[in-house]
């Protein structure tokens, strides 16, 4: 049976660090290994924490400097065949989650993806796995959710942990270079993984700006500003695309259409 291990990083967040505990002790798939890093809280994280830990086979409360920081702090102690991060307050959408994914399946692909429930509060709304083969044009303009996704332990020994300079994105930046750059392409499940609490930092419009100026060194760090400018000019192709479609299906507006463009020429 293959082996999760689940790595919850949590920082003065109590009630919400409870709440993913007991999503992770309450799935009926029981082959995981539990590991807790906590961000030296001073509220009552700490608390939580022992109440459960005859359930959590490693934790630590200890500084860090920041979320990735805290992450490769859970990777180093893993033992399992895949890495799945469930952050403070996020749930898995179900008790049987693991169960459907791993309870009848040996899965050997770089990663597992599937289906995220974005959690706004008084409503949610799903965000399917993609299901097709990936590019590097797919993480040049967005990326796949990282907590639907559960990470085949060796990569990170192959391409490295996370790039604690980046505070907001350096998930983005693994699967830009995994999948993206080395097409480790990953096995998708139509199954809904994650309920996300959408409030973190990487969804907050506070650090839009921080996270726009990030994007921006990890492209240009990998990526060359020539095929950077191509991928500029998809994207922009791929806005008129419906024009196409539309003239595809209707005679008359390609005539129309076709006829302007002789006009403007």
């Known amino acids: 049976m293959t082996r999760i291990s689940i790595i919850t ?3 003065n967040n109590a009630e919400g660090l409870e709440k993913t505990i007991i999503s992770v002790i309450s799935q009926t798939y029981t082959n995981y ?3 807790v890093i906590d ?6 994280s700490r608390e939580v924490i022992s109440k459960y830990g005859s359930n959590i086979h490693y934790w630590v409360s200890e500084p860090d400097s920041g979320i990735f920081n ?3 702090k859970g990777i180093e102690k893993v ?3 895949y890495c799945y991060f469930l952050n403070s307050a996020d749930a898995f959408a179900s008790n049987t ?3 459907d ?3 009848s399946r040996q899965y050997s692909a770089p990663f597992i993806n599937g289906n995220q429930l974005n959690n706004f509060g008084t409503y949610r709304q799903r965000v399917p796995c993609l299901n097709r083969p990936l590019t590097l044009f797919d993480f040049y303009w967005g990326t796949i959710k990282h907590q639907a996704t559960f990470i085949r332990k060796d990569l990170f020994d192959t391409y490295g942990l996370y790039d604690e300079t980046l505070k907001i994105i350096a998930d983005w930046k693994f699967f830009l270079q995994t999948i993206g750059l080395h097409n480790e392409q990953p096995d998708f499940v139509d199954i809904d993984i994650v309920d996300f609490e959408w409030n973190g930092m990487s969804t907050n419009p506070e650090f839009e700006e921080k996270h726009r100026l990030e994007r921006n060194k990890v492209l240009d760090d990998c990526i060359p ?3 950077q400018a191509d991928y500029v000019h998809l994207r922009e192709m791929s806005n008129y695309r419906y024009i196409s479609d539309a003239m595809k299906k209707n005679k008359i507006l390609d005539k129309i259409i076709r006829g302007l463009v002789k006009i403007l020429n």
């Open 70 to 72: 805290a992450m490769n």
């Open 39 to 44: 961000g030296a809280s001073t509220d009552r």
């Open 97 to 99: 989650v693991l169960e």
């Open 33 to 35: 290994e539990f590991i």
């Open 101 to 103: 994914i791993f309870g």
């Open 225 to 227: 500003a020539s095929i």
């Open 79 to 81: 033992t399992g065949d």
């Open 9 to 11: 990083v949590n920082r």
